[in-house]
């Protein structure tokens, strides 16, 4: 089902240290995930994406690990900077529900100096 | 550079009145576009998918009535609220489908006294 956070948990790191960020997914059958980036008072932003026949996938700074196993996402964020500071969305599609995203709960990343 | 644009960013309405958001697609004919509704720390939440040419399908408990989706070409969806009060305002986001991914629009706020 959808997950609605009342409360967006929050991670703080200092600038240059790296930055991983969770997520729990619950619908098995989903087989494509997102991340997304949103800052305050902007629309959501593409970051990188995975099958569900991967377990990893690798872009500039940024990686996204899979483990279907536990129905987990994490993204991890290489030398992190001010500039990332935003909320991170993780999204899935599964099969059967057409090209419907279901978004995560959320996670604030605040970067300190 | 943006392949969605979303007008207006931040509307002010008195409460009886109606608002329209107009979503447009810039680099691409979008069949679906989504809409969805953001409240403060927390996630986004589907409210329709918006097919051209065809009526759109809400989510459970989005009123059609109340958000009125149109979809009349391949570049522009409109949501209008109607008749706004002020348990309507929040950040309005639309989307479009591109290969897999969707790309949002910046958002909408919607500010309703």
């Known amino acids: 089902g959808e997950s609605v956070g009342l409360h967006l948990p929050t991670l703080s790191v200092q600038e240059g240290d790296n930055s991983i960020i969770n997520c729990a997914y619950s619908?098995?059958?989903?087989?494509?995930f997102i991340w997304y980036k949103q800052e305050s008072g902007k629309g959501p932003q593409f970051i990188i994406d995975?099958?569900?026949?991967?377990d990893k996938r690798q872009g500039q700074r940024v990686t996204v690990l899979l483990n279907k196993t536990v129905k987990h996402l994490s993204l991890q964020i290489a030398a992190t900077q001010p500039g990332d500071s935003a909320v991170y969305f993780c999204a899935e599609i599964s099969g059967g529900g057409g090209n419907k995203l279901t978004f995560g709960t959320g996670t604030q990343l605040k970067v300190e100096l | 550079g943006a392949v969605v644009s979303q007008h207006p960013s931040w509307v002010i309405c008195k409460s009886g009145t109606s608002v329209k958001i107009e979503c447009r697609s810039l680099?691409?004919?979008?069949?679906?576009m989504f809409w969805y509704r953001q409240f403060p720390k927390q996630s986004l939440m589907l409210m329709a998918t918006s097919n051209e040419g065809s009526k759109a399908t809400y989510e459970q408990g989005v009123e059609k009535d109340k958000f009125l989706i149109n979809h009349a070409s391949l570049t522009l969806s409109t949501l209008t609220v109607t008749s706004a009060h002020p348990e309507d305002s929040s950040f309005y986001i639309c989307?479009?489908?591109?290969?897999?991914?969707?790309?949002f629009g910046a958002g909408t706020r919607l500010s309703v006294l």
């Open positions: 995975i099958r569900s026949n991967m």
């Open positions: 680099d691409f004919q979008a069949t679906t």
């Open positions: 989307s479009e489908l591109g290969e897999n991914i969707q790309y």
């Open positions: 619908n098995s059958a989903s087989d494509y």
